[in-house]
């Protein structure tokens, strides 16, 4: 089967790439960009790539979490994912990420289930997978 295109997104960033600004083409999302301190920045009140990146990949992964409790028909109401994206130094620079899946009221192998069924199907799991560490954890509480 051919790669068939279901949505594309449009930004453009310019200014000094992390001090810059960034919007999408439809002006849905203008943000201002500002270099956290910990890559000695002067953590202005933007945002940056990574916490871009951390909400793109939770609201991607719950989006699947959903579609597979859906088809394995599981209540799935009041789950939650907490995404940290950690950008760090090894040979290069290189991200790290960990996703805590919140499912309360199901059992914890049954949300284990869930959750990895959820990685296997996420777009950004996907993209990333053998590209970046990507950690799960998985509550029930």
């Known amino acids: 089967m ?11 960033v310019t200014g000094e790439g ?5 919007k999408t083409d439809d002006g849905r999302l203008s943000v201002d960009l500002s270099v956290p301190k910990g890559l000695g920045g002067d ?17 991607c992964f719950h989006g ?3 579609k597979v409790a859906g088809l394995n028909k599981v209540d799935v109401a009041g789950s939650s994912i907490d995404a940290e ?3 760090g130094k090894d040979e290069g620079m290189d991200l790290v990420v ?36 990507v950690g799960l954890t998985v509550k029930t509480a």
Do not use: W
Request: charged share 20%; glycine share 10%; with cysteine.
């Open 98 to 133: 960990h996703l805590t899946v919140t499912l309360p009221g199901l059992e914890q192998d049954q949300a284990e289930k869930l959750v990895e069924s959820a990685h296997q199907m996420c777009p950004y799991s996907r993209a990333t997978r053998g590209n970046i560490e």
């Open 2 to 12: 051919a790669f068939q295109k279901l949505y594309t997104a449009n930004a453009t």
């Open 85 to 87: 994206v950690t950008l």
């Open 43 to 59: 953590d202005g009140p933007g945002t940056n790539p990574e916490q871009l990146f951390a909400v793109g990949y939770g609201a």
């Open 64 to 66: 699947a979490l959903k």
């Open 18 to 22: 992390r001090k810059g600004s960034g």
